[in-house]
């Protein structure tokens, strides 16, 4: 399988997948603290390994976008105050605040529990279908966000 590298600064391993100013980015452990954490690979900082020649349909779940806003306009729509949910939903209620103001995201556990106190859609299923890599030479290195920026500096001249 070959080696992936972070979107952002260009090294490598890759710790997570973050969603970055509504783009979904592969990140190392420096640059996944930008953004919102959507998936996290296994310790080792790589994705589990999979037969190159096989395609294969890959399932996983993520947190709808601006779930925070979601969260606070369902509470408000109930009327209950946010201590109240805290309790039905034992949080604490300042951890529901930050959820609110998306300062972290919750456990899927977290989201679940509050799906189901407020009535609400939180985590989506998503399908992604991996293929065999392309084979090529060894030493290409995919670009990196700052590459592209150099490419346009380079153009505007």
Known sequence: MAELY???????????????EGAKLLACGPCMRGGKVLHRFDDLGAPVARPASAASVETSEEFVENFGNVIKAAREKSGLPIAVIAERVKEQESYLQGLEHERFMPTVEV????????????????????GPAASGPKSFVP????????????KGK
């Open 6 to 20: 972070c979107d952002i600064c260009g090294k490598s391993p890759v710790r997570a997948q973050i969603l970055l």
């Open 111 to 130: 989201a679940r529990k509050l799906e189901k106190e407020l009535g609400i859609k939180l985590v989506e299923k998503t399908k992604s279908v991996a």
């Open 143 to 154: 670009p990196t966000l700052a590459d592209m920026v150099e490419a346009k500096k380079k």
